[in-house]
């Protein structure tokens, strides 16, 4: 069982940054691949960006592309999502999620899930 506990959201104005964290309780975790989604209100689950470990690929949707960036620091059982530029379409609820094998674009596809942290990014 591994459980994942989201941090760094909150308020921000447009064009700024957040650091979103996702820590793990269990060593384990280093053998999970890590994605990263966000639901906005009445909206699907959205994949944001995913990361394999411990070949550090990366992938990205293409809405966050060059402004997200997502890494992990094995040593902590933490995966990261870098957000800068932020606009208002980037409000939501963010989730991490962690599957073993390779991340996935589908958030059911996960074994676990954080209870997620709020963003919000106002004009």
């Known amino acids: 069982q591994v459980h994942l506990a989201e941090s760094g959201g909150g308020l921000v104005q447009v064009g700024g940054s957040l650091r979103l964290s996702c820590a793990a309780s269990?060593?384990?975790?280093?053998?999970?691949?890590v994605g990263w989604f966000r639901q906005a209100p009445g909206k699907e689950h959205e994949f944001v960006a995913g990361i394999n470990w411990p070949s550090g690929v990366t992938d990205y949707a293409d809405s966050v592309k060059g402004r997200f960036t997502v890494s992990r620091d094995g040593a902590k059982n933490t995966a990261y999502l870098q957000m800068n530029s932020l606009q208002p379409d980037d409000t939501a609820v963010y989730y991490c999620?962690?599957?073993?094998?390779?991340?996935?674009?589908?958030?059911?596809?996960?074994?676990?899930w954080g209870q997620g942290t709020q963003v919000t990014v106002s004009s």
């Open positions: 999620a962690a599957r073993l094998g390779q991340y996935s674009t589908y958030f059911h596809r996960y074994n676990y």
């Open positions: 269990e060593r384990s975790f280093s053998s999970y691949a």
